[in-house]
């Protein structure tokens, strides 16, 4: 099937099979690799992408056909001008991350919270990440550094 | 030239870590995100039953698929002399794809090589294999009565691989029965598994024109790899190329060799493509490196007042269908003489007895080193239960057992030299912090309304960093580590290690460490890790080892260019070299303080202005062969309530003070303890890889094997003491297991302690809500 998907502004177009997942077809069609697969049932989140800027979808569970005419941003798409995006910036500063494997899904995950949220509590953050698995870091500093975006864009609402 | 405030970057900083602006920017790479041109794609067929006999495999349905290039069987590989493998410590051999028997259930039966990812399972899916189940052994009780022999292929027709003992059998028996208080008790530290979240995975690529096969493999242990399989394939070492890419956590998972990348290198040889293999999250679960599955008997004698007297440790092992477990050669049953743990037995025994079943070949070291984890838990859980027996304070009955500083090095009666440590001050410290005594007044105001809140302690000591070449090695590879730095002559370097960082933070650590001995930038000095061809032999990184055996070989690298570095600055001092000393990161001219020169200076007179006689440049390599272990320790405390209606078990508070010696970066030492606290409480209270009667595997994804999410974790709150280890070159301990090896027993010591009022006085892990509710209405029940 000939979709047309518009990854962090670029427009791919594309032939896949219906089968292809949007976590292989971001991977192998377009070359962005930051979006991992980890579980293939829909339970770590480190493929989690953000579908048309507002809902974070974990790509492996939906289809590259799905995604026919939508917009996604991938963890690619987050820094500007070469300018880290606050969360990336603030997962560096507080530890947020080891192996780097979940980090990419954390991101995304927490990009939409705080698009929908931009002062969350911990509770909150904890809610909105509990899809998305990570062993190494036992979540403490992930929350440590989605807070410290939250503080850092409500100081930049442009950066948004 | 100045150098810029030498401490900011060096030992003991909370340096933000080199490697992240990478994985930040999702610009990691991992083995699935290489692409190589031509590349094909390995998917395995695996066996539906746990045991069965192999009446033929038909692939020519498989062959018809578009795309598929080749299938391959256990009767391929036989003919190509790699159907079986030696196994990790090398007494048993492990089949690669099943030949004859399929002997646990997903064992790996045959392997389809294709154009693209999903043909290859459209292949796999078409594989005709006609099996004739056979009755499963399950349960190593059950498999010692020897009924079914599940490894036919073996010389001796029994279940039992080996018995293993350390200590003194006789004594340890006769102060039991001389002692006024016993306990004896059964607990299992269940099967479980370590889930990176990266599966494991390897591309194969053997070059027809260079004659020269490149891996690229998920690997903890890149050069053990490379010899490995020089010696198994005969091709010569010099024509192996492994490289381990960034990997996504490791936790013991990535240290075996797995059939996989046995398939998909021989795919490679046979059709002289690439071929990729990436294990899906069932694969994982189901074939590569479950650990634990330890079944122990632990007695403890003591006096009437608490005066521990002898302590002995009867294990059954459960191997699964392979003896492939993860040990070092000498140490069938690893570092599990540790179980003494931090305390003064006058004498002590254990013994253990391994067995196979038809379950998944494994016993890897989950974030521990070498068994550490299930010694930890017994004897931990053990002095509880003496506690509880004798009506004494777990605390109480702690410190008065405790090995006291003076004593070390202390010589453990089963047969190690504990480096250092003062475990009276790091238990102390915990119980004033967590307030103690409060919290059990609170406990006791609490049970009068009949709530059941509990408080857990575990004071483990750990035995890391193998090691020493006179004790371990892996198939007569000796464990020494090694380290390489070049320093260029404008003073930035390359470091490159044996090591393998997983999450650990290597890039980070191991430059901090050059920087604080050669007074450079750490932000200067590049480390790379996990290419054979580049870095210095060593055995890669897991059991805690980095640190103590690859960061001591750093450590002397760096001092053994200090001392070139010396001779450089003589000259260009125009000193005597005995004049020369090393001050506030500098070299200078003894009572000379204006006359010095820096090491970015001395490492551009190296290469511009050497010192007449002496050889140029400004490199080392420091192979390190550690004298002894080191014995990190810790005191945990949590406090659970348990919800006596629902069984449900919050961790309301949980505090860890560690010691591992001299730490290099703090930050990333409390990241590991939170990590590794997380895993334990996983172990505790959620996982484990369980089979039914029938053999089936019931736990084969995130849904059935639960990883802890932000909900469920709870807080961490962490500290420290610091007894330097007295022999390593920077007092280093270890630490990223210790969180894992110590929290589990100081979970179920919390739950346990609130059940006591109940009359409950163990439940195996984990502890499941479902499984603590039926224990609170078993005690209610009447007798």
């Known amino acids: 099937m000939k979709i047309s998907v518009t990854v962090n502004g670029t427009v791919y177009e594309r032939d896949v099979e219906p089968r292809r997942l949007l976590a292989y077809f971001l991977r192998e069609e377009c070359g962005l690799t930051g979006t991992h697969v980890g579980c293939d049932s829909s339970s770590c989140g480190v493929c989690t992408v953000v579908l048309d800027g507002e809902r974070a979808v974990k790509s492996c569970t939906m289809f590259a056909v799905m995604a026919d005419g939508h917009e996604i941003t991938t963890v690619e798409g987050l820094a500007k001008g070469g300018k880290l995006h606050p969360l990336q910036q603030a997962f560096w500063d507080c530890h947020g991350l080891q192996c780097g494997y979940c980090t990419p899904g954390m991101m995304m995950t927490s990009l939409v919270l705080l698009k929908n949220n931009p002062n969350p509590t911990e509770p909150e953050i904890r809610e909105a990440l509990s899809g998305n698995l990570c062993r190494c870091t036992g979540y403490q500093n992930i929350v440590k550094s989605v807070q410290q975006a939250a503080t850092e864009l409500s100081r930049e609402p442009a950066a948004t | ?783």
């Not at chain 2, 003489?337 to 004498?347: A, H, L, M, N």
């Open chain 2, 1 to 783: 030239m100045a150098i810029d405030t030498p401490e900011r970057h060096s030992m003991g900083q909370s340096m933000k870590r080199k490697e992240d602006p990478r994985f930040i920017r999702g610009a990691g790479r991992y083995l699935d995100d290489i692409v190589l041109p031509n590349m094909l794609y390995l998917a395995l067929v695996h066996s539906p039953y746990p045991h069965a006999k192999i009446n033929k495999i038909d692939k020519t349905a498989a062959l018809a698929v578009p795309g598929v290039k080749a299938v391959l069987t256990g009767e391929d590989l036989v003919a190509a002399s790699l159907g079986w493998i030696p196994t990790f410590h090398g007494y048993d051999k492990q089949m690669v794809l099943a030949v004859g028997k399929a002997v646990f259930q997903y064992q790996e039966v045959a392997g389809v090589v294709a154009t693209s990812r999903e043909a290859a399972f459209d292949g796999a899916d078409l594989v005709d294999v006609d099996y004739e189940p056979l009755p499963p052994v399950i349960d190593p009780f059950e498999a010692m009565k020897d009924q079914q022999i599940i490894r036919d292929d073996r010389e001796n027709k029994t279940n039992h691989i080996y018995h293993w003992e350390v200590g003194k059998r006789d004594e340890t028996d006769a102060a039991l029965a001389a002692s006024a208080v016993h306990i004896d008790e059964m607990m299992e530290f269940q099967r479980c598994h370590p889930v990176p979240l990266e599966p494991c995975g390897c591309i194969s690529d053997m070059n027809g024109g260079t004659g020269r096969l490149t891996i690229y493999m998920t690997s903890q242990a890149p050069h053990a790899h490379r010899t490995v399989v020089s010696l198994v394939t005969g091709i010569p070492e010099d024509k192996i190329h492994i490289v381990s890419p960034d990997l996504g956590g490791g936790f013991g998972n990535k240290v075996p060799v797995y059939p996989g990348y046995v398939v998909a290198t021989v795919a490679s040889v046979v059709l002289g493509q690439p071929v990729k293999w990436v294990e899906n999250r069932t694969e994982n679960l189901t074939t590569t490196g479950f650990a634990r599955d330890y079944h122990m008997r632990v007695e403890i004698g003591a006096t009437e007042d608490g005066k521990i007297t002898a302590l002995k440790v009867k294990t059954v092992a459960d191997h699964g269908a392979f003896d492939a477990a993860a040990d070092p050669t000498k140490y069938p049953a690893g570092l599990f003489g540790i179980v003494t743990g931090s305390y003064d037995f006058p004498v002590a025994f254990t013994e253990l007895d391994a067995y196979f079943t038809n379950k998944a070949p494994g016993g890897v070291a989950y974030r521990c080193s070498f068994r550490v984890t299930e010694a930890s838990y017994a004897i931990e859980r053990g002095m509880d239960m003496l506690a509880a027996k004798l009506g004494m304070d777990p605390a109480e009955l702690r410190l008065k057992n405790f090995v006291r500083k003076d004593q070390f090095p202390y010589p453990s009666p089963l047969g190690f030299v504990y480096d250092s440590g003062d475990y009276h001050l790091t238990l102390q410290k915990a119980l004033d912090k967590v307030g103690y005594q409060e919290l059990r007044k609170e406990q006791a105001e609490k049970r009068k309304r009949g709530e059941l809140m509990g408080i857990g302690i575990s004071t483990f000591t750990e035995a890391v960093g193998a090691g020493p070449s006179k004790h371990f090695d892996i198939m007569g590879i000796k464990m020494f580590d090694s380290a390489e730095i070049r320093i260029h002559p404008t003073g930035s370097g390359i470091i490159r290690a044996g090591t393998k960082s997983q999450g650990q933070g290597h890039e980070t650590t191991w430059a901090q460490i050059v920087a604080e001995e050669l007074g450079l930038d750490a932000q200067d000095l590049m480390v790379e890790e996990g290419d054979t061809d580049t870095a210095p032999y060593g055995l890669g990184t897991y059991a805690s080892r980095s640190t103590p055996v690859a960061g001591g070989a750093i450590a002397l690298a760096a001092r053994k260019i200090r001392e070139r570095a010396k001779k450089i600055a003589a000259h260009v001092l125009e000193a005597s070299e005995d004049d020369i000393e090393w001050e506030n990161y500098k070299f200078q001219v003894a009572g000379v303080p204006g006359k010095s020169i820096t090491m970015k200076e001395i490492a551009f007179a190296a290469y511009t202005n050497p010192a007449p006689g002496t050889e140029p440049g400004l490199e080392a390599t420091f192979y390190y062969d550690p004298p002894n272990l080191t014995f990190p320790h810790g005191a945990y405390i949590a406090v659970v309530d348990v919800d006596a209606e629902t069984g449900f078990t919050k961790v309301r508070s949980f505090l860890a003070i560690d010691d591992c010696g001299t730490v290099i970066n703090p930050m990333i030492v409390q990241g590991q303890i939170h990590g590794g606290l997380t895993e334990g409480f996983a172990i505790a209270f959620m996982q484990e890889i369980r089979f039914d009667e029938g053999g089936n595997h019931l736990n084969t994804n995130f849904t059935e094997y639960l990883v802890p999410t932000s909900l469920e974790t709870p807080h961490w709150d962490t500290d420290s003491t610091c007894t330097p280890s007295p022999h390593h070159p920077i007092g280093a301990k270890g630490v990223g297991e210790s969180p894992n090896v110590g929290s589990p027993a100081a979970f179920v010591n919390a739950v346990m302690d609130a059940l006591s009022p109940l009359g409950i006085k163990h439940i195996d892990m984990p502890l499941t809500r479902a499984k603590v509710w039926n224990a609170i209405q078993a005690s209610k029940a009447p007798s």
